[in-house]
């Protein structure tokens, strides 16, 4: 559909094959790269990595989804690909960063190897639900196992968020109180309630000018003008292993949140395509290579040292609130957020946000990770009253938390398994993993009644 026959029908939006005006196109672009930005950002802050690339690879692995849908599938698939919470326990299990300060290199390039992997085990399963349908597959990831692994996700998170708050507990609590009250009472209320994160972080920052927590000489001594810190994958090392293991096992997590987000943004297209009478686009018919294109954004990430990714439900929010699905404005989004990753004050002014800001920010955040997974179960009908399916979710979780809280920088001091991984298996995965485990059991010796 063109502008032309949209403006004749008085009726404000975009679909996904729709290209605005070019200065509109920028302007809807540049909101997108501000839904995104707190939480891609966040992410390497929070982890290591650096904030120039994430935000460089961030936009090129968008930008290449983009152009791969509209020339497989002849539409675009409006999605933007940010940096995903579902992997950040793994990355401090291999990293243990200090917030804001980048990991080495030699540590980078060992969890791209992971998230390399990452990127490969989405385009298998993308091809298996092409092949097999999607309820093959969710006999095998079951409403239980993926709920209980992002449940885990959020809440093995905890310590490390109370650990960032305790640098001041009075500017994170009213970090976390307002930007709470921003989520609440900002919802629904255009643009400016799709960035509670932002705002809460803002007030956060500005608090902490007071106690001495901002220290801006960083800003004046970085340059305007840089290049993204590159890295490239290695399998080498003694904790190689362990990267791929912990990191890739986490797309259990990502990999029903990326098809609940095809299925939401399907909808909202097909209902405004509906109204101005254009023909719908079904884009929830390609589960699979929906899939594919995460598999392929991971592996740009994995590639070029950024953090393992998803789409975004923020933006898909943010598209359904303004009615604009188009695929060239989020190819704009994706070029604006590959162009920031050259401003090297913006990455100098993002690194003096204060740790006690960040663990106000964390707590929320992690927490609404956790109640996400479960909410997951809820919506799913996941009966807790049946035998199998608590004892599947009861390992997750309390090898998972247990595991993550317990034990240094969460890993099993199992001994068997110190010959491949030397440090200890990490819990998150490791019970990710007994839980996938036991559900198989179940599927092949089926249980009397079910034989019955």
């Not at 299990?93 to 030699?106: F, Y």
Request: proline share 5%.
């Amino acid at each position: 559909m063109t502008t032309t026959t949209k403006a004749t029908k008085k009726v404000l939006g975009y679909l996904p094959n729709d290209a605005p005006p070019f200065g509109q196109m920028v302007l809807l672009g540049f909101q997108h790269v501000l839904t995104m930005f707190p939480a891609t950002v966040f992410c390497a802050l929070f982890t290591g990595f650096h904030v120039s690339t994430v935000l460089f690879v961030a936009g090129m692995a968008t930008v290449v989804a983009l152009v791969l849908s509209k020339w497989r599938i002849g539409k675009f698939i409006p999605l933007f690909y940010g940096s995903s919470f579902s992997y950040l326990s793994a990355y401090l299990a291999i990293t243990n960063a200090e917030w804001g300060v980048p990991a080495s290199d030699d540590l980078i390039r060992t969890m791209q190897a992971g998230i390399l992997v990452t990127g490969v085990i989405n385009i298998v399963v993308g091809f298996i639900i092409k092949q097999v349908g999607k309820a093959a597959v969710d006999k095998v990831l079951p409403p239980v196992v993926t709920g209980s692994v992002a449940a885990v996700i959020g809440f093995g998170l905890g310590f490390a968020a109370l650990d960032m708050a305790a640098a001041n507990w009075l500017v994170a609590i009213v970090t976390l109180v307002v930007t709470i009250l921003f989520s609440v009472y900002l919802r629904g209320k255009g643009f400016i309630g799709m960035i509670p994160i932002l705002l809460g972080a803002i007030v956060g920052y500005i608090i902490s000018y007071p106690f001495g927590l901002v220290d801006l000489s960083s800003v004046g001594a970085a340059n305007w003008f840089v290049v993204p810190h590159i890295t490239f994958p290695s399998f080498g090392g003694a904790m190689v292993v362990t990267a791929i293991f912990s990191i890739a096992i986490m797309c259990i997590a990502t990999i029903p949140e990326s098809t609940a987000h095809l299925y939401q943004i399907s909808l909202y297209v097909d209902r405004f395509a509906e109204e101005i009478g254009e023909e719908k686009y079904e884009l929830d018919q390609h589960i699979g290579f929906n899939l594919i294109l995460d598999g392929i954004g991971d592996m740009v990430n994995g590639l070029f040292g950024s953090t393992a990714g998803t789409n975004y439900g923020e933006n898909n929010s943010l598209m359904a609130i303004t009615r604009n699905y188009s695929g060239p404005a989020l190819i704009a989004a994706g070029v604006i957020s590959m162009l920031l990753g050259f401003v090297g004050k913006l990455e100098a002014l993002v690194g003096t946000v204060p740790l006690a800001v960040s663990g106000g920010l964390a707590i929320y955040l992690f927490g609404v990770i956790g109640m996400q997974g479960i909410a997951l179960m809820v919506e799913n009908k996941v009966n807790l009253f049946d035998a199998r399916t608590l004892a599947v979710g009861a390992t997750i979780m309390v090898v998972g938390i247990g595991g993550n809280i317990g034990y240094p920088n969460g890993f099993l001091p199992i001994p068997i398994f110190q010959g491949i991984f030397p440090g200890g298996l990490p819990a998150i995965a490791t019970g990710a993993v007994a839980g996938i485990l036991i559900n198989a059991i179940f599927l092949i010796f089926k249980p009397a009644e079910e034989t019955a």
